[in-house]
């Protein structure tokens, strides 16, 4: 266990020392508001897709076909019960601060930070797994997500629910997949090279975030530690726990864990900001989650890869 603590703890302090170049950057103004927001678009309609494309470029088998349904069944058992667990837990708060909680208790970031840690812990196939994950956290956050920041339900949620980057590139590689269509090199190559983004870029984004969160009110938010503790901690052990006793495949189980365990998604900032949320306690939470994580990760995900892989 030791080994794999070690391990995933290597693989998690590389991005955080990405996160402290994005920090140092902001802080000598080479990463402004503008720029953070434009990468950020960049990996979400660009390398995002690329990645989970370049992840389905792989001969064809049924099992790895069957390992994918049960990654998507896994992630949307998760979604679900996170869902249920914001909405019990919150009822009674106020609701400013009530959408900033329940976003963090049910959307990890599950793109930016673990596709780079599954593809380092579980190489291709992390990768290939995690792709199923994303698909369903995109259909939650553009359908649950995005009615609870809003409070209301809008027709283009639902659209954007199944026309989104993460969900398009899962279709387009699953598709290639099951044909086994092997991409020329003339496309495979930029898609390989875009791909070869999703870990520095995001990392940058999250440095820029943490230079301008609210910490110390976080950090003196019991709210905010609980919602944490729920990300981090007790909603990763439980899924693992639940996906340990059901027997599910140990690449596809850690794969599920990594993205689990990640911390609050970054998408909870911008999606307070553009409805008029606490933003403050937003930007704090998901910075702070972010830190703790370099903690918490190693641990569960080092768990996981002992008891499920071995």
């Known amino acids: 266990m030791l080994s794999s603590f070690l391990d995933v703890g290597q693989q998690v302090l590389v991005l955080f020392i990405l996160i402290g170049v994005g920090a140092l950057l902001t802080k000598l103004g080479f990463i402004t508001e503008k720029g953070a927001s434009s990468m950020t678009d960049v990996v979400l309609y660009a390398v995002t897709p690329c990645v989970i494309i370049n992840a389905f470029q792989r001969e064809y088998h049924p099992e790895l076909l069957g390992g994918l349904l049960t990654a998507l069944l896994c992630a949307f058992l998760t979604m679900t019960a996170s869902v249920l667990l914001a909405e019990l837990i919150y009822r009674k708060t106020e609701i400013s601060r009530a959408v900033v909680l329940k976003f963090s208790l049910v959307f990890s970031n599950c793109g930016f930070m673990a596709l780079p840690l599954q593809e380092a812990v579980l190489g291709k196939d992390g990768v290939f797994f995690g792709a199923a ?11 649950y997500g995005l009615i609870t920041m809003s409070r209301k339900t809008e027709l283009r949620s639902a659209l954007k629910a199944i026309v989104n980057p993460g969900v398009i590139g899962t279709i387009i590689g699953v598709l290639l997949f099951i044909f086994s269509v092997k991409l020329p090199t003339v496309i495979g ?22 230079v301008h969160s609210d910490l110390r009110r976080v950090l003196r938010d019991k709210g905010a530690y609980f919602a944490m503790a729920m990300r981090l901690i007790l909603i990763p052990l439980a899924t693992l726990g639940i996906m340990y006793l ?29 409805y008029g949320r606490d933003v403050s306690l937003s ?17 569960i995900v080092g768990l996981a890869d002992y008891i499920m892989i071995g």
């Not at 190559?189 to 943490?210: C, D, F, R, W």
């Not at 930007?283 to 641990?299: D, K, Q, R």
Request: net charge neutral; charged share 5%.
């Open 246 to 274: 059901s027997g599910v495949d140990g690449v596809i189980a850690v794969a599920v864990t990594i993205a689990v365990s990640s911390p609050v998604a970054a998408y909870t900032t911008m999606m307070a900001s553009k």
């Open 283 to 299: 930007a704090g939470i998901v910075s702070a989650s972010s830190l703790f994580s370099l903690i918490t990760m190693p641990l």
């Open 133 to 143: 994950y994303i698909a369903v956290f995109n259909i939650f956050m553009w359908t």
């Open 189 to 210: 190559a930029p898609i390989s090279l875009l791909a070869a983004l999703n870990t520095p870029v995001p990392m940058l984004v999250i440095g820029y975030h943490l």
